[in-house]
């Protein structure tokens, strides 16, 4: 069986999708049942996959979202018969995928879909895209939050199976930190103590502004020295949290690092006092999951996948309270109890996200769909 694996739409490794195929294809191995082959850009010939074998075909298109969507929606389908292969895993799925399939076609779903098509502008897009997933073979979620997502938006609940995304559990363990003062992590030098958000900043629903207004009640109250890092790639609301940062009495104490290395960002938890996660549209939440395998307490949102994937080992709040917010980070700060219990239960529990059992189970249903 030889299956073909979607690259496009996974932003060169640099985003979420990116991390879950960098970790996803680094399980990968051929055998004589099964072989697998990536696509996509010519840049990413050695973004995913390389470093275990897996064969790379360059598809030649101009380098344009436009040109990217058009291929998927009227010519993947056609390459796929082409290139021989059995089955197609399509890794960013809910921004391309093929209208109809002849060959059968697994999607996996890391987003949101309702959340990340609500702007009006994207209407047709959100059509074609559901269009693509009512045809698709398969479908895979990495929460039931997200199926349910998309059995309201009108896709059939018996071909979609929830595959919860693995954690590499070789990058992400406690660590002995041995400055107290300063996390050195190149290109950064961040003072301690300080709480870590790990979010691109690219919507209203990330809740970047209401947790830097938690943050000045927080600071207001107790007087401690703690800063608050914000970890990911500028995006649409940017300029809108760097506006409130400034007009923050505690904006000295706020730092940008924008898009961070994601073999870098084992040290950046290790050496926070807390992961503080605000989003309320969540459909994989692995920067919590992260954080706990690291050893990190954690707050975060009530609303989306956060309360599946952090089960019990969080403080939980609402995110349009900001006094709500402040004070579980207070609790994080100054509750040593607390701090243990979230810490060891966090590392218990995460301990069944694995992305050996995840390549397994999205094996099992690649074969399913060629029978």
């Given at each position: ?48 996959g390389a470093d275990n ?230 459909g994989v939440a ?86």
């Amino acid at each position: 069986m030889k299956v073909g694996i979607d690259t496009f739409g996974c932003n060169h490794g640099k985003s979420g999708i990116g991390s879950y195929l960098s970790s996803f294809c680094a399980q990968l191995h051929n055998s004589e049942e099964i072989s697998f082959e990536l696509f996509g850009a010519e840049i990413d010939r050695y973004t995913f996959g390389a470093d275990n074998g897996l064969t790379y075909k360059a598809v030649n298109l101009s380098d344009s979202r436009n040109s990217e969507l058009l291929w998927h929606f009227f010519r993947v389908d056609r390459f796929a018969k082409k290139q021989g292969y059995d089955a197609v895993i399509y890794a960013a799925g809910a921004q391309f995928i093929p209208l109809h399939c002849t060959v059968p076609g697994v999607a996996v779903i890391n987003d949101v879909v309702s959340e990340l098509y609500s702007a009006e502008k994207f209407f047709f897009q959100k059509q074609r895209i559901l269009l693509g997933l009512r045809n698709i073979t398969k479908i895979i979620c990495a929460s039931h939050f997200i199926r349910k997502d998309l059995i309201k938006l009108g896709i059939p609940g018996e071909k979609i199976s929830v595959i919860h995304n693995g954690i590499n559990h070789s990058e992400f363990y406690p660590r002995e930190i041995l400055s107290p003062n300063l996390m050195d992590i190149k290109p950064f030098a961040i003072k301690r103590p300080y709480f870590i958000y790990a979010s691109r900043m690219c919507s209203e629903t990330k809740k970047h502004i209401q947790l830097i207004r938690a943050f000045n009640i927080f600071k207001s109250k107790t007087r401690l020295e703690h800063r608050l890092v914000f970890s990911g790639s500028e995006g649409d609301v940017t300029e809108e949290i760097k506006k409130e940062i400034l007009a923050s009495p505690f904006a000295s104490e706020i730092f940008i690092t924008g898009f961070f290395p994601h073999e870098s960002f084992p040290l950046l938890y290790a050496g926070s006092d807390g992961c503080i996660f605000p989003s309320v549209n969540e459909g994989v939440a692995l920067p919590v999951l992260e954080a706990m395998a690291t050893g990190v307490p954690v707050a975060c949102s009530k609303d989306g996948a956060l309360p599946e994937i952090a089960g019990s080992n969080a403080i939980f709040f609402d995110s349009d309270n900001i006094n709500e917010m402040a004070m579980a980070m207070e609790s994080i700060a100054v509750d040593k109890t607390l701090r243990k219990k979230l810490k060891e239960g966090g590392l218990k529990w995460t301990k069944s996200f694995d992305w050996e059992k995840t390549v397994k189970k999205t094996v099992e249903v690649i074969k399913s769909v060629s029978t």
